[in-house]
């Protein structure tokens, strides 16, 4: 049995000392909230000091935080299919109760449960989710290519018809700093793509000059992209870093417990 | 990716299912949608049981359980992760929430500090050691950051000389939002462009036998 | 002219939405092929590939749906097919969960059929899809096989060839991150940051204009922005390499330079629209200050 430090402690802290938690949490109700939120400060500041601390125990490739790395690509798969419960059982409600739309909630289930348990017979047979040994489709891939992508890629592409309608209605020069925006989405249009030399396509002679013009947008269009955009990104990014980099310490040391359901005080 | 006849068709018809809302929400499009929800969820679940629970989690244990005995403590914490769900011992998923919840913050404040601050104020710095043509696109890429930072900081109330450097930040900002506008066009477009490929090239023609 | 467009404001939209359908399906049933130029960061992209030596390593990551599909799909192709014609060897791995691995699996068969003489295992592996990015991409400076301890079809990582000389990132010459969302950030943000591996992205159009600050700042080798990004690679490929331009010219495989043509009218209708709808404004206001007055 593989006893390194670093495994060992990992086991003793998020394995032993929830189990302790939770049998106090049986008998004291008022630990059930402080036990877990001691024990994510463990969580949280482990990946923080193993960047700075260079010892074996903590940071080396068998050190606490690298094995850290692989529980947590383990428990965030279980987080993935969290969600799931919740719809099964709201379907499942709508549906014995014979709510408003509960056939939809049938189709719902049962594109559910055909998928899913292709997924699972992939996993039990060992073909997996991909391709068959000789090029031929699994059962979920083949519900993948010709049900998910189709209805995935379509039900995003509607945007682009909302997205000209609310140009058409919506989009006006109200004041400076909408139009400041509305010169800048114009440019960067034009720029972008081969406009004016589509424009220009039926008169020939303007095929030279459109094309010059073309070049010079898509100069400017870079150059907006690049330092006006990009200064504005720029402090965005340092803005958002720093504000989620406090929030950070905050929920890592109990401060926020708004994860866990809890209010201030609880 | 060759679907095949019967493929080809479940696809249009899905797309035209989803396509039909344009004219009016109706029972196709609310069929499509639903089918659409339940096929994403059962996706997650062969994606993450294939391609995570499977090779990290139970083949590791099965094999070589001497070397892998501590995966049992991220299982199980999985497993707790479920008992939100039970009224009487929804609390015990908190064990499992929180060390979640804070390892991935943990990893976040170390890459948005080294990450996402430190390289974006090293950029916005401007040196002064020497002039050149790119001075003057360095100034003014330092005072777009610099006021649209002064523009976010809300912490107190904006003075005479700050509300102007604010207002300027507010131009480099409304500069990028209408950039970004034209990028989110040729974005959401590109979607369109593709089903409509999809539909005339690789649905209709075949259909009507043109090449 | 003015109750013209005073009846085109108040017009239903599914005639906008009709407009806009046959504006897009046109170029689609009669191309144009218009032009297309090069920007700055797709061609420091395709350059740092370019020169790449064979045998090198390329981290080639799906992170993206069929959401963004027409837009990342052609980026991915064409970055696939540069590496195997350079005899640059290519790793896959997708992070993005919904739908990211059947696109990446459809992908690598499509573009690998087209070099008959690549091997599996020696020339090109598939990692496939694993939950908890972050997580992931912290361990990577650490080793490969912790993360991914099987490839996409549950072979022993240690039995794969190409792998035995590939223990952690710092032997990867380059990630290529094909994007939609925060995924390709966490790339930059923390493989870049932390173990200096060059990066270079490939976002969906939505999300490029932020991608510039990290090009300004030097974390980003090149870029490919959206679907415009990926015709100009396209462009770039077939050019220095005209033996592959043949899978650009086939009528019914979807490019992104067909696509651009599209582009180009619906950007037409979507700006005409912006100005029509804007006079029509400064009308109304105008009108309604003289009756005020």
């Excluded at chain 1, 923080?48 to 690509?73: C, H, N, Q």
């Excluded at chain 1, 504005?232 to 401060?255: C, H, P, T, Y």
């Excluded at chain 3, 039995?159 to 994007?179: C, N, S, W, Y």
């Excluded at chain 3, 200096?196 to 490939?202: N, V």
Aim: positive net charge; glycine residues 10%.
């Amino acid at each position: 049995m593989n006893l390194e430090f670093g495994r060992v402690a990992l086991v003793v802290l998020f394995g032993i000392l929830p189990i302790i938690g939770i049998a106090m949490g049986l008998r004291a109700p008022s630990l059930r909230s402080r036990i877990p939120i001691f024990i994510g400060i463990f969580a949280g500041f482990i990946p923080i000091v193993a960047l700075y601390v260079p010892k074996a125990f903590l940071s080396g490739e068998t050190g606490m935080s690298s094995r850290l790395d692989l529980w947590l690509i383990i428990l965030a798969a279980f987080a993935l299919l969290l969600g799931i419960v919740n719809v099964v059982q709201n379907s499942s409600r709508k549906i014995g109760r014979r709510e408003k739309g509960w056939p939809y909630a049938v189709v719902l289930l049962t594109g559910l449960a055909v998928t899913g348990s292709f997924g699972i017979y992939g996993a039990v047979t060992g073909h997996g989710i991909g391709f068959m040994p000789d090029g031929s489709s699994t059962p979920f891939k083949w519900v993948e290519d010709r049900f998910f992508q189709p209805l995935q890629s379509t039900i995003f592409s509607l945007l682009a018809f909302f997205m000209a309608s609310a140009s058409f209605r919506a989009f006006r020069a109200r004041n400076a700093e909408a139009s400041i925006l509305l010169v800048a989405a114009g440019l960067v249009m034009m720029g972008r793509v081969p406009l004016l030399e589509f424009l220009a396509a039926p008169i020939p002679p303007l095929h030279a000059a459109a094309a010059s013009a073309s070049q010079f947008l898509g100069k400017l269009t870079e150059w907006i992209m690049d330092t006006p955009n990009g200064a504005a990104q720029s402090g965005i990014i340092i803005g958002a870093a720093l504000g989620a980099a406090s929030m950070a310490i905050r929920v890592i040391l109990g401060i926020e417990r708004g994860y866990l359901g809890l209010g201030k005080g609880e | 990716m060759e679907l095949g006849v019967v493929g080809t068709w479940i696809a249009a018809l899905l797309t035209l299912a989803c396509l039909s809302f344009l004219y009016k929400d109706n029972p196709f499009f609310r069929f499509a949608e639903s089918l659409f929800a339940g096929v994403s969820l059962g996706y997650y679940v062969g994606i993450t049981l294939n391609q995570t629970l499977m090779p990290n989690l139970w083949e590791p244990m099965r094999q070589n359980f001497g070397q892998n005995w501590d995966l049992l403590v991220p299982g199980l914490l999985g497993v707790i992760l479920y008992m939100r769900y039970l009224p009487k011992f929804g609390w015990v998923s908190r064990y499992a929430l929180a060390i979640y919840v804070t390892y991935y913050i943990g990893v976040d404040f170390t890459r948005r500090l080294h990450g996402e601050v430190l390289p974006q104020l090293g950029r916005a710095i401007l040196p002064l050691s020497h002039f050149d043509s790119r001075t003057l696109v360095s100034a003014i890429f330092m005072l777009g950051v610099g006021s649209v930072l002064i523009y976010f900081f809300f912490s107190r109330e904006q003075g005479p000389v700050t509300k102007r450097i604010a207002r300027a930040g507010i131009w480099f900002l409304m500069i990028s939002f209408g950039a970004a506008f034209g990028f989110t066009v040729m974005g959401r477009v590109a979607l369109l462009i593709g089903r409509l490929n999809f539909l005339i090239l690789q649905w209709i023609y075949p259909m009507l036998g043109i090449s | 002219m003015p109750g013209f467009i005073d009846r085109m404001l108040t017009l239903d939209r599914r005639w906008i939405f009709l407009f806009v359908l046959v504006s897009v399906a046109t170029p689609i049933i009669y191309p144009i092929g218009l032009p297309v130029t090069t920007t700055g960061s797709t061609r420091a992209a395709f350059e740092y590939i370019e020169a790449l030596k064979p045998g090198d390593v390329v981290w080639i990551s799906f992170d993206y749906g069929p959401s963004s599909a027409p837009e990342n799909d052609p980026m991915a192709e064409a970055i696939m097919r540069q590496c195997f014609t350079k005899k640059v060897r290519v790793l896959v791995s997708v992070f993005y969960p919904l739908g990211g691995l059947g696109l990446a699996n459809s992908a690598v068969a499509k573009v690998t059929a087209e070099f008959p003489d690549l091997k599996y295992g020696e020339d090109y592996v598939n990692l496939g899809y694993k939950d908890g990015a972050a997580a992931v991409m912290h361990r990577l400076g650490d080793d490969i096989s912790g993360p991914f301890p099987t490839d996409v079809n549950g072979r022993p990582i240690g039995e794969i060839p190409m792998m035995r000389g590939i223990h952690d990132i710092r032997q990867v010459k380059l990630v290529f991150t094909a994007a939609t969302g925060i995924i390709g950030e966490w790339w930059i943000t923390q493989v870049h940051s932390q173990f200096g591996t060059p990066i270079i992205i490939g976002p969906t159009a939505v999300s490029a204009p932020k991608y510039y600050a990290y090009l300004n700042a030097g974390q980003l080798l090149g870029m490919l922005g959206g679907m415009k990004g990926a015709a100009e690679y396209e462009k770039l490929l077939a050019g220095a390499h005209p033996e592959l331009a043949k899978f650009y010219k086939t009528t019914r495989a979807f490019t992104a330079t067909k696509g651009m043509d599209g582009q180009t009218v619906i950007h037409t209708v979507i700006l005409a629209f912006i100005v029509l709808g804007n006079y029509a404004f400064f009308r109304a206001r105008a009108a309604k200050k003289r009756g005020a007055a």
